[in-house]
């Protein structure tokens, strides 16, 4: 069974970077069949997907994030990273890494169980 | 960017009763629209792709249809273990969630 494991530091202080790193167990991540994503929720609103990367280390973005958002992948160890840069108090969400299936259906089809990540000084 | 709308924002159901969630895209996306499924405290689960395909293991009462710009999600009779906030998300251009909506029991 398929698992992903969100970790990293639960608090951020404003303007520095959130970074974030997720496990893949069950699977591996450099299968052809499959993206990987990462996701956020501030509390009490919706989802906004931040951007996905493939185990070659192509990646999309959000438009909206571009500017501060690198993902990277590692498939020695069947992880991939998010950093964000410049945090301010509106990064304050549960983010949430995802298996983004890319043939059959495009679709985010397993998701870790999201870590809170706080902004604050 | 595709901008994605849902509707209504949250309602309230009775146990048995048919329950219906309405999404529209900013433009043309074909059928390259999900659905989720995120309970309090819970990562979202994925239950349709496709706008119509049902997720292995997903119970049927739940559906979905459209194309185009205009989509909709069915729970045929609602179950106390379906209190969610449901998604729709499309991916015809990056991906982009809808605001979702909320259903309760009434």
């Known amino acids: 069974q398929l698992q992903l494991q969100e970790s990293g530091p639960g608090l951020v202080k404003p303007s520095e970077t959130l970074s974030l790193t997720c496990t893949v167990s069950g699977g591996s991540i450099s299968s052809s069949s499959y993206y990987w994503g990462w996701i956020r929720q501030p509390p009490g609103k919706g989802l906004e997907w931040i951007g996905s990367i493939y185990y070659s280390g192509s990646t999309y973005y959000n438009p909206s994030l571009k500017s501060r958002v690198t993902i990277s992948v590692d498939t020695s160890k069947n992880q991939f990273s998010l950093k964000l840069s410049s945090v301010t108090a509106a990064d304050t969400a549960v983010y949430y890494c995802?298996?983004?299936?890319?043939?059959?259906?495009?679709?985010?089809?397993?998701w870790g169980q999201g870590t809170l990540v706080t902004v604050s000084s | 960017d595709i901008q994605m709308t849902q509707s209504p924002s949250s309602l309230s159901a009775s146990v048995g009763d048919r329950v219906t969630i309405t999404c529209q895209a900013s433009?043309?996306?074909?059928?390259?629209l999900n659905w989720y499924q995120q309970k309090p405290g819970k990562a979202p689960k994925l239950l349709i792709y496709?706008?119509?395909n049902l997720e292995t293991g997903v119970p049927s009462r739940f559906s979905g249809s459209g194309s185009g710009t205009d989509f909709t999600f069915t729970i045929s009779s609602l179950q106390p273990e379906d209190i969610a906030t449901y998604y729709c998300?499309?991916?015809?251009?990056?991906?982009?969630f809808g605001p979702g909506t909320k259903v309760d029991i009434k």
């Open positions: 998300q499309q991916y015809d251009n990056l991906l982009t």
């Open positions: 496709d706008a119509s």
């Open positions: 995802a298996r983004h299936r890319i043939v059959g259906a495009t679709s985010l089809d397993y």
């Open positions: 433009q043309d996306i074909s059928n390259y």
